[in-house]
């Protein structure tokens, strides 16, 4: 469906070559009527666009609403920002988590100030090490601030959990979850040789642990395990992702930590018809349901349930075409977009 307003959008580029979200993304306004232009995360945003659209971040995020800062207001682009990083631990009372955010901000802002003390402090105390790291922390810190400032025009998350826990707390935000792309799937009608596969990052000693053990089990039981990792085999992405997933019967979910947000694997799983089998995950993404769209368990039964629906091919073909149908008619990639750019349509209409 195409929009009935058309805006002129510079969309942010974190690296030389395009990555599967940002090229989702210019894909889908593209869709929807919208003219996009890419600008890198250390140039200057181009001239003459009505919509500057950020995402992730993977660097420096307060480096973008800054440049409009110094824009005046009627002429300044609306900022959309798309988190789609994870934050804090959540088991951590939020009040708290905000002002370590703060404080966190605070170092990272004083690090960009580039002044004389500031180049001190962050040389010979402490806070070096805390720019170093925290990543989470920067990012909760970083949001509040810039909408204090009033830079966020439009806030969304892939999270639900962390849209409530945002809008709860002061920061307006949207729910956008991550949905299925035309871009990374497609019906090959290979065979599937492959029993499972994992692919990505394992990124912490907990995912690696479970990893591990998991790969052991199920190896003797002889179900060909496929480990994409950059450890055991290279990543995989594009085109060669969607030829793996394609010859893939089951996809296996596990997570950084308890409170992760890991839908992106679903939306690459999903719709190339690779059954996803996850220990239990919080409702980030509350439309995808278990036992309807994907396989629910507990860490310690994930062999046992892999196990059975490789034998039971009948009740897991149920569940690859419900969540098939789901990731790519309901839970798209282009509904997401579409509710982020009218959400950009209120709140233009709201300024003039």
Do not use: C
Request: hydrophobic content about 40%.
């Amino acid at each position: 469906m195409v929009s009935e307003t058309s805006y002129k959008v510079a969309l942010l580029k974190w690296d030389d070559s395009p990555g599967d979200i940002e090229s989702a993304i210019n894909y889908e306004l593209t869709n929807l009527g919208h003219r996009t232009i890419y600008f890198k995360f250390d140039e200057a945003i181009p001239p003459g666009v009505d919509v500057v659209f950020s995402f992730a971040p993977y660097r420096n995020f307060l480096q973008i609403p800054r440049q409009l800062d110094s824009v005046p207001r009627k002429e300044r682009p609306t900022f959309v920002h798309w988190n789609t990083e994870g934050l804090l631990n959540l088991s951590i009372p939020y009040r708290a988590g905000m002002a370590v955010g703060a404080f966190r901000s605070w170092v990272g802002r004083l690090n960009d100030s580039g002044g004389r003390w500031a180049k001190v402090l962050m040389r010979y105390s402490p806070l070096y090490l805390v720019n170093s790291g925290m990543r989470g922390s920067l990012r909760l810190g970083d949001y509040y601030y810039a909408h204090r400032r009033g830079w966020l025009d439009v806030f969304a998350d892939i999270s639900a959990v962390y849209v409530r826990r945002f809008s709860d707390h002061g920061l307006p935000a949207i729910h956008a979850p991550f949905g299925a792309s035309p871009l990374w799937y497609a019906n090959l009608d290979l065979e599937r040789d492959i029993d499972v596969l994992w692919m990505g990052m394992r990124g912490t000693r907990r995912r690696s642990k479970i990893l591990d053990r998991l790969y052991e089990r199920l190896n003797a039981y002889g179900v060909r395990f496929h480990v994409a990792d950059r450890i055991k085999n290279p990543f995989v992405f594009g085109d060669e992702r969607t030829r793996l997933l394609n010859r893939t019967k089951i996809t296996v979910n596990i997570l950084r930590t308890w409170w992760s947000e890991n839908s992106l694997r679903f939306a690459f799983a999903a719709p190339n018809k690779s059954l996803i089998v996850s220990e239990r995950v919080l409702p980030h993404s509350p439309a995808y349901k278990p036992g309807i769209h994907y396989v629910s368990v507990p860490v310690e039964k994930l062999a046992e349930s892999i196990i059975y629906y490789l034998d039971h091919e009948k009740e897991r073909l149920r569940i690859v075409e419900n969540a098939y149908h789901f990731a790519t008619k309901e839970m798209t990639f282009g509904n997401s977009i579409r509710i982020i750019m009218e959400a950009v349509k209120k709140r233009r209409e709201s300024m003039q």
